[in-house]
């Protein structure tokens, strides 16, 4: 079988790809929303093509979901709200003189992208299924850019009380697991669970789509 040509390592050798990346983040962060820059985007895409390979999932669609989770913000460039069918739209205006991508990785890739986000998103294949399980939780202090705002948001507070996060893959129990590490110091579980309760749920949506369990584990607790 032909190796699948396109990668998203490849990807971030295209300029234009990546101004489009940082200046999604450039009007997020105006806007006082976490980091949703390079680095957000370069972990879900590996997380998200990690999950399908640990699945045995064919490669077209393990590097489909990594491209997806590379591009899935650019959006935010036009606005924060609908920024996933946006981001969709531009992705395919970014790739679809790729001779390496066919109308259905063209397809696939929208669809996955435009269905990332938790109020509007419904995974229905491999490739948005891994995709909205890595962005959801990349959950960590890393995100946040300014530590004076924890006491006010607990968006950031939450955030910054996570030193540690992965992803746990249990290929023979067929379990898909959030492993975080919390400063209970700074915020609890309950305020985790009290901003990300919707967010959690929708990995447990697209963790079925996977023939999968979704589950969290919290301090060495398994949830």
């Not at 990346?21 to 985007?41: C, P, S, W």
């Not at 997806?68 to 981001?87: C, E, F, K, M, P």
């Not at 205006?93 to 929208?110: S, V, Y």
């Not at 669970?193 to 060495?220: G, W, Y």
Request: proline share 1%; with cysteine.
């Amino acid at each position: 079988m032909e190796k699948f040509r396109l990668t998203y390592k490849e990807l971030l050798k295209d300029e234009k790809v990546t101004f489009y990346i940082e200046r999604a983040d450039f009007f997020l962060q105006n806007m006082g929303y976490t980091y949703h820059g390079l680095k957000h985007v370069v972990w879900v895409a590996g997380k998200a093509k990690g999950i399908l390979e640990k699945l045995n999932y064919p490669e077209r669609e393990a590097e489909l979901a990594g491209i997806a989770g590379l591009l899935h913000d650019i959006g935010n460039i036009v606005s924060r709200h609908n920024h996933a069918q946006t981001s969709a739209l531009l992705a395919y205006q970014l790739l679809k003189n790729r001779k390496e991508l066919t109308e259905e990785d063209l397809t696939e890739l929208m669809y996955a992208i435009g269905n990332h986000e938790s109020d509007t998103g419904v995974p229905v294949t491999p490739v948005a299924a891994a995709v909205v399980i890595a962005d959801k939780c990349h959950v960590t202090r890393n995100r946040v850019r300014n530590r004076n705002h924890l006491k006010e948001d607990i968006h950031d507070r939450v955030n910054y009380a996570i030193y540690y996060n992965d992803i746990e893959i249990d290929t023979q129990k067929r379990v898909i697991k959030l492993v975080i590490k919390m400063d209970t110091r700074i915020s609890d579980i309950l305020e985790f669970f009290s901003i990300f309760k919707e967010r959690m749920e929708m990995c447990k949506t697209a963790s079925e789509v996977l023939n999968c369990q979704f589950r969290i584990k919290i301090n060495d607790t398994d949830l």
